[in-house]
């Protein structure tokens, strides 16, 4: 389960853009606020690329040019940015550290930028360290504050919650989600998570045509994104549709993909999705599809011997 936080929405737009357009052009930043702003962008740059820690790296030094800036805003931004990257690195103790910091600042701002991003977040931490109850509480309380084009992402996260909590509620999130992802300018990634629940609950459901229908779209959007723990959970998805349909090679083909990006991903999340799709690829194996298992059973046993992510970042 890819369970999602926002990492500083507001700043994908607040590096400089030239245009064409006719008029003055729009006056410089001051000299440590545009650096700030750029070196920010830098960071959410290898942060979408997997590579945690030179994403960190430049929302260090983003922190440090907001702070030179005295920009209070930026200064949530950048804490909140690291906590999201510390935390995606596995580091929960210097994650809390960067997410409460940047919760205490944004308390004590009139608008209080990104709060619902950094509640978000707090709930992911939360979950990664075993705190249910915490990460529920804080992932209501980032719906309660989130924009309407965030609150698809809120809802999406308790959704799984319920599911691993077996709670009934779940039903009901992952349907609300599915309307709200169809709120205008919502994030793209959060319109495919939600689609990608509708389609598990399709499947359940035994409504073949329409988890497809939802399933399409969902890998549409992902493989637009190049969102890894999206295209792993859908073909995860698309395999176990195909096994009800009993297209064993096709749904082989898709465990093989689904196995290779949980195994790129890592962590946690990766390992526990090598665990499951080897479980199925087991399942194929006997009727004939793949013909070996070896590459796959080397994977697990060494996750260095695939490690794509961790050879193209510095």
Known sequence: MAFKGLLAASFLGLGLIVTLSCGPMPPQDPFNLGQAKDTLNKGMGWYQRGCHREAARFFTEGLVFARLADNPNLIVVARNSLGAALLADGQLEAAARSLGQALELTETLPDRPELDSVLGNLGSLSFKANRLKDAEMYWQKALEFAPEPRKAIYLANLARLSQANKSPERISYIERALEASKTKDVPI??????????????????????????????????????????????????????????????????????????????????????????????????????????????????????????????
Do not use: M
């Open 189 to 314: 990634s959060a319109r495919a998570d939600a689609l990608a629940l509708a389609a598990s609950l399709a499947i359940e459901r035994e409504d073949r045509p329409l988890a497809w229908t939802f399933l399409s779209e969902a890998l549409e959007i992902d493989r637009q994104t190049e969102n890894l723990a999206g295209l792993a959970q859908d073909l995860e998805l698309s395999a176990k549709l195909r096994l009800a349909e009993r297209k064993i090679p096709e749904a082989a083909q898709d465990l093989d993909r689904s196995f290779y990006l949980w195994a790129a991903l890592g962590g946690t999340e990766g390992r526990e999705g090598v665990k499951r799709l080897l479980a199925l690829l087991r399942q194929t194996h006997q009727q004939g599809h793949p013909k070996d298992l070896a590459p796959y059973l080397k994977v697990q046993a060494k996750p260095q011997a695939f490690d794509p992510l961790g050879e193209s970042c510095p």
